[in-house]
């Protein structure tokens, strides 16, 4: 069976920084799989922050992770200066696919790239919910 492969989208709109933790570490002495998941958890919610959404507030929605994909290209240690680029795509009825690219800061190597499906959720009728005009206006055409 071949490498899954992330085909990342032509514009990424947002980024932040983080730095690995010593709790990000795992037994090999580097990044964690488990912790490159939680990293880009805090991105989307500070992708999501900047205009004004929460993960339990887009619109007066939820947000529910459908799937995730990480596929790792180098490894991460303690203190390494990381940049998530963080890019929204592929939007369809119910939700999109958000997209991270992970980079060493002080090496310029890429670490990882992940995929998380999203869709939209209306707790209060416990159903799936369309996909916001307001939020749609957040994905750049070239990715949309």
């Known amino acids: 069976m071949g490498r899954t492969q992330i085909k990342l989208p032509k514009k990424f709109t947002f980024h932040t920084d983080v730095g690995v ?13 488990d912790a490159v998941l939680r990293l880009v958890h805090e991105a989307r919610v500070r992708f999501l922050q900047q205009y004004g959404f929460s993960e339990m507030d887009i619109c007066s ?13 180098s490894q991460g240690y303690y203190g390494d200066p990381l940049r998530i680029e963080v890019a929204v795509a592929g939007a369809y009825r119910y939700g999109c696919d958000i997209y991270y690219r992970i980079t060493n800061k002080a090496t310029g190597k890429e670490v990882a790239r992940a995929k ?8 209060a009728g416990n159903k799936m919910a369309d996909l916001p005009d307001e939020f749609k206006r957040i994905i750049p055409p070239e990715n949309a």
């Open 21 to 33: 933790r010593i709790s990000d570490i795992n037994y090999g002495n580097h990044l964690g799989n």
């Open 61 to 73: 929605l939820g947000l529910i992770l459908t799937d995730a994909v990480i596929v790792y290209k």
């Open 116 to 123: 998380t499906g999203i869709v939209l959720f209306d707790y």
